[in-house]
């Protein structure tokens, strides 16, 4: 399935992009994320939550399509 | 007659929020009637302190342990070079009083701790976060869920925001959105990547917008939505967070505070090495944990670079016969990560302060 996949914080530094189109395999959130942990081994060191079409969801959630976002938390102030 | 001219004179202050159907009076009156905690008179605290004095808030209580520095006035433009060397809630209390004289105004130069954030949060109706640190983040949330008071949440990252409500109308906590404290480490704060001084000013503008939204009772507040901004290319997102309730029955389980507990990891006995001391030690492997475009450098030959996230990964390329002296840019990120040697079995590891440039300086002196 191809996903539109976009990037915050500390994360885009990671993945080098803010946003980009990926093909991916697996029907779950926990599915994606170990996807993603395969093509960016650093994400595994990292917190983030994942929102799927502007909502944060569960690891157990089915990927619909749509726009997937990575959310890591801010601490600065 | 005196009381009379005096608010006379204040509703004269008040007039362009009057003359807006949607406060009017009644709603100038709700805010000179609430009483807001500002944790933090930081980056973010600063801009809610300055509008929220300027709109009326009757009562504004401000918390804060940390004294003003030089590089704190790129973005903390409630103080001036007048004010260096001050405890900021002092400080930051005595220019709002020149901004606002009609409003009571609190200041508690102290840390906000497991012992005293509850009582504190009793004493008001809502509680602004901006702070610039995990543990606090997570001790705001689980005193305000025990309080029931609703949290203002603002939080920021180079040229990145966050904006939202917490604990308010059956709406979704802090915990909700991020369960777990984020691993040490993990995430670096202002004072080691930077930030451009206006994104605060952004964020914490919003803050104090969100907070006169919620004291108004207007319908459409953050709560719920955590608001994504970012300020290099000026997109705004909001992304929605669900309640779920066992996020709250967990810190309502805790007779204590949770989050005491859950900082634990943090206390780990860390040996710090200063200036003056350096000279002391022999055989030092020096290890910079900065990322590795951060500058100055420290040339020399028994420097190696591993940046924090990756000492785990890297931990055979240390020598545990040497002594080990860690730094960074500022001394906090060494510090955690002389914490991750110890849990790996490295004794003679040191944290050293204050980052590079006073370790530039002892070497300098050392060498002459």
């Known amino acids: ?77 | 007659m005196k009381y009379k001219y005096v608010k006379q004179k204040s509703m004269n202050r008040y007039s362009r929020h009057i003359i807006l159907t949607e406060v009017g009076q009644e709603g100038q009156n709700k805010l000179l009637q609430a009483k807001v905690l500002v944790v933090g008179a930081g980056g973010l605290g600063c801009p809610v302190l300055q509008y929220l004095a300027a709109a009326g808030i009757g009562t504004l209580g401000i918390i804060d342990y940390d004294s003003v520095e030089e590089s704190n006035l790129q973005r903390q433009v409630l103080f001036g070079t007048s004010s260096l060397g001050k405890n900021k809630a002092v400080a930051a209390r005595e220019r709002l009083q020149d901004l606002n004289s009609t409003i009571t105004i609190e200041d508690f130069p102290e840390q906000l701790t497991h012992k005293n954030a509850t009582q504190l949060f009793e004493q008001y109706d809502f509680i602004v976060d901006g702070t610039d640190n995990f543990s606090t983040r997570y001790l705001i949330n689980d005193a305000a869920v025990l309080t029931n008071k609703p949290i203002v949440y603002g939080a920021i990252y180079k040229f990145e925001g966050q904006v939202s409500i917490f604990n308010y109308n059956n709406g979704p906590s802090y915990r909700c959105l991020f369960p777990i404290p984020p691993k040490d480490g993990s995430i670096t704060n202002c004072s080691e990547v930077g930030v451009l001084g206006v994104l605060p000013g952004i964020i914490g503008t919003m803050m104090a917008n969100e907070v006169i939204k919620m004291i108004l009772g207007f319908e459409h507040v953050l709560s719920g939505k955590l608001l994504c901004y970012n300020s290099k290319t000026a997109a705004l997102s909001t992304i929605k967070i669900n309640r779920k309730q066992e996020e709250f029955e967990k810190v309502l389980a805790q007779p204590d505070l949770l989050s005491a507990y859950s900082n634990e990891s943090c206390s780990v006995n860390v040996e710090e090495i200063s200036e003056e001391n350096l000279a002391v030690l022999t055989n030092i492997q020096f290890i910079d944990v900065r990322e590795l475009h951060e500058q100055p450098k420290l040339q020399l030959h028994n420097c190696i670079r591993i940046p924090l996230n990756m000492i785990k990964e890297n931990i055979y390329q240390i020598n545990s016969n040497k002594t080990i002296v860690l730094f960074c840019q500022s001394g906090i990120r060494s510090k955690k990560a002389v914490a991750l040697l110890m849990q790996n079995g490295f004794k003679k590891s040191y944290s050293f302060k204050g980052g590079i440039l006073p370790l530039l300086n002892a070497l300098k002196t050392k060498t002459t």
């Open chain 1, 1 to 77: 399935m191809l996903l539109n996949i976009k990037y915050f914080g500390l994360i885009a530094e990671l993945t080098q992009c803010s946003e980009e189109s990926l093909e991916i395999s697996g029907a779950t959130i926990r599915e994606l994320r170990a996807f993603l942990f395969e093509k960016y081994p650093e994400l595994k060191n990292k917190d983030f939550q994942i929102a799927q079409n502007r909502e944060i969801v569960s690891e157990e959630s089915r990927i619909s399509s749509g726009e997937i976002a990575l959310l890591p938390p801010f601490s600065g102030g």
